[in-house]
T-cell receptor, first 112, second 114 residues
Framework: GEDVEQSLFLSVREGDSSVINCTYT??????LYWYKQEPGAGLQLLTY?????DMKQDQRLTVLLNKKDKHLSLRIADTQTGDSAIYFC????????????FGSGTRLSIRP | DTGVSQDPRHKITKRGQNVTFRCDPI?????LYWYRQTLGQGPEFLTY????????KSRLLSDRFSAERPKGSFSTLEIQRTEQGDSAMYLC????????????FGNGTRLTVT
């Protein structure tokens, strides 16, 4: 089936690392994405990873992919107040190459 | 920066009325998508165009919904005989026609049906 699951909330202290986790169901997915959504705005692409990669790093962001467990994570180093948002994991379905399925999002809040 | 633009940003309508939303994608992109997002949920796929051809429609897209992209550039999404359950954020996205081309989203049109 088509399902992407994420935990709903995460609270971290400013300056700590945030780790947002996601599981997906389509083992044939070719690309996996992380998007960020701030209040009242559309979705902003943060990063994406091709399914033959294990890790991708982009400045403060690190994406880890475990294909065996169908698990994707996003680590944000040195979390700042501006990182407060909802983070969506998404997969690109192999069966429908143009269809991207989103999780329900993880709301990240930052404590001072 | 000519990103994806959507119009209007907000629409309030009475139940039973028809509404139409417009999306202008990034000009070089030949794929265009419509998604719907309700509170606390991720975006749900509605439909997708490659140039002017509508190639896929979700089961979520009832007969009251119709989308067009007549010249392969901007797109419209019309909802006829709106119902309160249609209240949501309608998001448009565009991308290149390539497997690794991510979606670029507009800021959405928030529809409230009273």
């Amino acid at each position: 089936g088509e399902d992407v699951e994420q935990s709903l909330f995460l609270s971290v202290r400013e300056g700590d690392s945030s780790v947002i986790n996601c599981t997906y169901t389509d083992s044939s997915s070719t690309y996996l994405y992380w998007y960020k959504q701030e209040p009242g705005a559309g979705l902003q692409l943060l990063t994406y990873i091709f399914s033959n990669m294990d890790m991708k790093q982009d400045q403060r962001l690190t994406v880890l992919l475990n294909k065996k467990d169908k698990h994707l994570s996003l680590r944000i180093a040195d979390t700042q107040t501006g990182d407060s948002a909802i983070y969506f994991c998404a997969e690109n379905l192999y069966s429908s190459a143009s269809k991207i399925i989103f999780g329900s999002g993880t709301r990240l809040s930052i404590r001072p | 920066d000519t990103g994806v633009s959507q119009d209007p940003r907000h629409k309030i309508t009475k139940r039973g009325q028809n509404v139409t939303f417009r999306c202008d994608p990034i000009s070089e992109h030949n794929r265009l998508y419509w998604y719907r997002q309700t509170l606390g949920q991720g975006p749900e796929f509605l439909t997708y165009f490659q140039n002017e051809a509508q190639l896929e429609k979700s089961r979520l897209l009832s007969d009251r919904f119709s989308a067009e992209r007549p010249k392969g550039s901007f797109s419209t999404l019309e909802i006829q005989r709106t119902e309160q359950g249609d209240s949501a954020m309608y998001l448009c996205a565009s991308s290149f026609d390539a497997g690794d081309s991510p979606l670029h989203f507009g800021n959405g049109t928030r529809l409230t049906v009273t």
